[in-house]
């Protein structure tokens, strides 16, 4: 019997089972199982910083007086409010900038902001498949 399974809200696909599909022992395929890592506001966060220097990262300095006088107002921080969608950023810059061997530094912080193992690798393979000319677009 053939039917629509949703894996996502954006699309269905359809899914073919069998009657024995009921028993303990079934296990789906790894294409039924997988779910996006990252959520769309994720992808685009990566897709954003592609052109961030590793300057963007350093914690920026407050202008004195005297320099917001003659230099105007402070820039924007590129720096998102969102402890998880910083850390995926500063993942990013790296993979972007240094390829995707990043620094000790960046991966514990990555951890301790809450990413998983699995979530920075997905991050890397996006950018990897990006650089490769292989542009994925659906989950």
């Known amino acids: 019997m053939s039917f629509y399974e949703p894996l996502n809200t954006a699309h269905a696909v359809p899914v073919t089972r069998t009657a024995s ?3 303990p022992d079934y296990q789906a395929p790894r294409s ?3 779910e996006p890592v990252l959520n ?3 992808r685009r966060v990566i897709d954003i910083v592609r052109k961030d220097s590793l300057k963007t990262l350093k914690p ?3 202008r004195g007086r005297l320099a917001r006088i003659l230099l105007g107002p402070e820039p924007v ?3 998102f409010a969102n402890p998880r969608l ?3 950023r500063h993942v990013a810059v790296y993979g972007w900038q240094q390829g995707i061997a990043l620094p000790a530094r960046a991966l514990g ?3 301790a902001a809450g990413l998983t193992r699995s979530e920075i690798d997905a991050i890397l393979d996006i950018i990897r498949l990006d650089n490769a000319g292989i542009r994925k677009t659906a989950p």
Do not use: F, N, Q, Y
Request: aromatic fraction near 0%.
């Open 40 to 42: 769309r506001l994720e």
């Open 32 to 34: 039924e199982m997988a």
């Open 21 to 23: 599909d009921t028993e």
């Open 60 to 62: 920026r300095r407050e």
């Open 77 to 79: 921080s590129p720096s």
């Open 86 to 88: 910083e850390a995926i």
């Open 109 to 111: 912080e990555a951890r």
